[in-house]
């Protein structure tokens, strides 16, 4: 701060420290980031020591690929779960997008116009999620359930029509797109990462979303627009998962009517990993971005240590059930 | 046995002495002296009115006596015996409480007898309970078929159906808790026979109320509380209803800071609502406020007073009639809109809206500001600071600084901080709900202190409270509601406790 500061407007001005601790520290959040970052490393460290296959930099690079890909679509569904709602349709949006932009390519459509239309469809549902949310109050747990399986339905219809036909050539190519020698998504991601925490740190938006998801009355009685944000949100969601689909689709090359299932129960457990909470108010993308990474080493591990792939659902299970048992308890102690 | 059997073999014994006695029962809760040295009997077979404000102590009351709490002085004699809490809470005793506790998606006999459901063996006795309910019905005169499902009735018959749950139980002493707030005229008039009925079969009631006309139908006795005391037990031959006003009101209000009455005549209106009406809760509210005047709004619980503050702010849309701010007419009545348009409202209850426990002081107030602290949707932080700080010191909020939470604050503090998010929009008209409910003298004359000179500023200030004195000394006009309507205005050397509760609780 310089000498130059009438002493009036010094006086107001936070000193340094009390500017990093910020409205950040007053709730504990973010400080979850360095534990879960630092418990992240450990894992791979511990992989790295005990199994040799596991610091290649071939399994490296695709862990990070995988992650670099469902982050996209953790992006939009962390920030309805700071709001206090959960989006469970997104593996089903992430499925229908991808296979619908590969149905139009195989129906030779160009590839941007046929990502487009795939998109406007998955923004449509995550309209429809929002606004039925909004107008008619309806618990977006149930209602995103009921989405899940209705896409569900129109991503298997198109699985059908395709019959594990492989994608056309360039859009095979298209999730290996460099940038700086290194695949496009993970630039994205660490770009998202970066601006997400400038998002969560500064902006009025994210702001209003935690006041939202901390308590909606207050929100309303304070003029926030509550049911606009949150359609918002919700369409942010679908968007962000059918972008994560394309890439998904051009990744594995064919139509699968297996893709993107139970990705939901992944999203819910790396985000409440992440510093996200069923009783809203709180959610961070870094968190997510790090829980995921988290999830997918643990499952990197379990294949190095040759253990069945079958349980790799036994686990996702086991992690979500602690995770959400963690928030309700730490919850509980607080209000 | 039948209920009938029951009430005739009690009133050929009947024991002697009164059924429940208070004795010098006091009870506070933390610094809050909710009642003090309470002592009244209720005699057997008589209805027993309770009568006082909001806040008279009434409740508590009432849950002393049903064995919800234990009072920190005094005795509960029950037929001439001492009795602890949890003996009354299994005992003799049957409470209807206020609130509805009904199971709307069961029949009829199967809500009175829950709990003590007939059986043969370990099956349901259905011909029985439905025999036994049938019964109940008839004495009573009443047409409900015993198979109906509860949540097809009327509010007013589910209400009967309750009362006769505890008619049934066969408690010596029934309690009822403002039975007829939830009625229409008509119920309420099928309520009073349910009672005189029980009355006259020896039933012994106590019944609580403000709807003076009410008790003075059909009470033997009327037992008056006022600010957590007991006034006297007067007994209900030639009284009237300014008899009961005169001692339920006539607090000691303290120095009455004498509100400012320089409201000119003909200064803008800045708020109107016209033919506000929102369907089953209040109709035809018609309401102006001037700059620079602070109107009240007061009226009993089932008034429709708190339904007319969330409709007029959008919060619960009213179905007909518009809302006027400066006089424009509002297009769309939802509270975004209406911050907008400069309007503000402070919520009755913090606990459930105006704060967000867990987010900081400077969070809380800038909330409804976020947009004017922002440049391109970017918070300034220094900003929201800086009115954090602003705030902190005009409402002098008791906090160690802007990063502070509301939850660790006392409830005076939670509230000024509450008042500070409201008025941070600098609004032109303000809505205030119970502004100061809960909070210390000093928070409190702080906070009206706030709302008179917002009022000298040349803002339009509505507050709805249920402190009457309260209203009094902050307000230069009363709007009363009754019934889901306008009943009336006081204003000028009129206005007193006596004209407002006349209009409130009476006939006039």
Redesign the interface.
């Known amino acids: 701060m310089s000498m130059t500061q009438p002493a009036g407007v010094a006086e107001?001005?936070?000193g340094p420290a009390?500017?990093r601790?910020?409205?950040l520290?007053?709730?504990g959040f973010g400080a979850n980031i360095l534990p879960l970052a630092v418990i992240t490393l450990a894992v791979a460290l511990f992989l790295a020591l005990t199994r040799e296959n596991f610091a290649t930099g071939s399994n490296i690079s695709s862990i990070l690929f995988g992650v670099s890909i469902e982050f996209l679509a953790i992006i939009g569904f962390t920030y309805v779960m700071v709001m206090r709602e959960i989006d469970l349709s997104v593996g089903s949006v992430f499925a229908l997008t991808g296979m619908l932009t590969g149905a139009l390519l195989v129906a030779d459509w160009p590839f941007w116009p046929a990502a487009l239309v795939a998109l406007v469809v998955a923004a449509a549902i995550g309209f429809v999620n929002g606004f039925l949310v909004v107008r008619f109050q309806i618990n977006s747990l149930m209602l995103t359930i009921g989405t899940m399986l209705l896409v569900r339905g129109l991503a298997n219809v198109l699985a059908n029509a395709l019959g594990g036909q492989t994608y056309p050539r360039a859009f095979r190519q298209f999730a290996r797109t460099d940038l700086f020698d290194i695949r496009i998504t993970i630039v994205v991601m660490v770009a998202a990462v970066v601006a997400a925490w400038w998002f969560q740190r500064?902006?009025?938006?994210f702001?209003?979303m935690?006041?939202i998801g901390?308590?909606p009355?207050?929100?309303?009685?304070?003029?926030?627009?509550v049911g606009r944000i949150k359609i918002a949100a919700f369409v942010a969601s679908a968007v962000t998962a059918g972008i994560a689909g394309i890439f998904t689709a051009s990744r594995i090359t064919h139509a699968d009517n297996q893709m993107g299932m139970g990705l939901e129960f992944v999203m819910v457990t790396a985000a409440i990993i992440g510093g996200a909470s069923l009783y809203g108010?709180k959610g961070d993308l870094r968190g997510s971005a790090l829980g995921l990474l988290l999830l997918a080493l643990v499952l990197n591990g379990m294949i190095m240590y040759d253990i069945e792939p079958v349980f790799q659902q036994f686990v996702i299970g086991a992690l979500l059930i602690a995770t959400v048992a963690f928030d309700t308890l730490v919850n509980r102690r607080?209000k | 046995m039948t209920i009938a059997e029951r009430i005739s073999m009690e009133r050929s014994a009947p024991a002697p002495g009164p059924i429940l006695e208070l004795e010098g029962v006091s009870k506070s809760y933390g610094a809050v002296q909710a009642l003090r040295g309470v002592s009244f009997r209720v005699a057997r077979g008589e209805v027993h009115a309770i009568l006082g404000e909001n806040g008279a102590g009434k409740s508590t009351t009432l849950k002393i006596i049903n064995g919800e709490i234990e009072p920190d002085e005094g005795r509960v004699l029950v037929a001439g015996q001492a009795t602890e809490a949890r003996e009354r809470k299994r005992g003799d005793i049957a409470m209807v409480h206020q609130e509805l506790a009904v199971f709307p998606n069961m029949s009829v006999a199967e809500n009175i007898f829950v709990g003590r459901i007939p059986l043969t063996g370990r099956r349901i006795d259905f011909e029985r309970m439905h025999a036994r309910a049938r019964d109940l019905l008839r004495l009573f005169g009443l047409r409900i078929d015993t198979r109906e499902i509860l949540g097809s009735l009327t509010p007013g018959q589910q209400q009967i159906v309750e009362i006769l749950r505890a008619v049934e139980s066969e408690a010596s002493l029934l309690i009822l808790d403002e039975p007829t707030s939830g009625l229409n005229n008509h119920e309420a008039a099928t309520l009073m026979g349910l009672i005189k009925r029980l009355r006259d079969d020896g039933q012994t009631i106590l019944y609580v109320s403000h709807r003076l006309p009410e008790v003075l139908e059909i009470a033997d006795h009327v037992t008056v509380l006022r600010d957590g005391q007991f006034i006297e037990t007067l007994r209900n031959a030639d009284l009237g209803e300014d008899d009961l006003i005169r001692r339920m009101v006539g607090r000691d209000l303290g120095p009455v800071a004498a509100a400012p009455r320089a409201a000119a005549r003909d200064a803008p209106v800045l708020f109107a609502a016209r033919g506000l009406s929102q369907a089953d809760q209040f109709r035809d509210m018609d309401v102006e406020i001037r700059a620079g005047e602070i109107v009240g709004v007061f009226g009993l619980e089932g008034s429709g007073a708190e339904q007319f503050s969330q409709a007029l702010f959008g919060i619960v849309p009213p179905t007909s009639g518009t809302i006027e701010l400066k006089g424009r007419r509002v297009a769309s009545v939802s509270p975004a809109a209406l911050v907008r348009a400069g309007m503000s409202y402070l919520p009755g209850n913090r606990k459930e809206a105006g704060l967000y426990m867990e987010r900081s002081i400077a969070d809380n107030v800038s909330a409804p500001v976020l947009d004017r602290l922002s440049r391109w949707g970017v918070v300034d932080a220094r900003r929201v600071d800086a009115q954090a700080k602003d705030d902190i010191r005009r409402f002098a909020i008791r906090v160690p600084g802007p990063q502070g939470l509301p939850r660790q604050l006392s409830g005076g503090n939670q509230q000024k901080v509450m008042v500070s998010a409201c008025l941070a929009t600098g609004p032109e008209v303000i809505v205030l709900n119970e502004p100061t409910r809960g909070v210390d003298v000093g928070a409190k004359a702080e906070v009206h202190e706030a709302a008179r000179a917002e009022a000298a500023r040349g803002r339009a200030v509505l507050v709805f409270s249920s402190d009457l004195p309260e209203l009094l000394r902050l307000s230069h006009r009363i709007v009363v509601m009754r019934g889901r309507r306008l009943a009336g205005e006081v204003a000028g050397a009129a206005m007193g406790e006596e004209a407002v509760m006349a209009l409130a609780a009476g006939t006039r």
């Not at chain 1, 500064?202 to 938006?205: S, V």
């Not at chain 1, 009355?217 to 627009?225: E, K, L, M, T």
């Open positions: 107001h001005r936070p009390a500017r601790r910020g409205w520290a007053g709730n500064r902006m009025g938006l702001r209003k935690c006041f901390e308590n009355r207050s929100a309303v009685v304070h003029g926030i627009r108010g607080t």
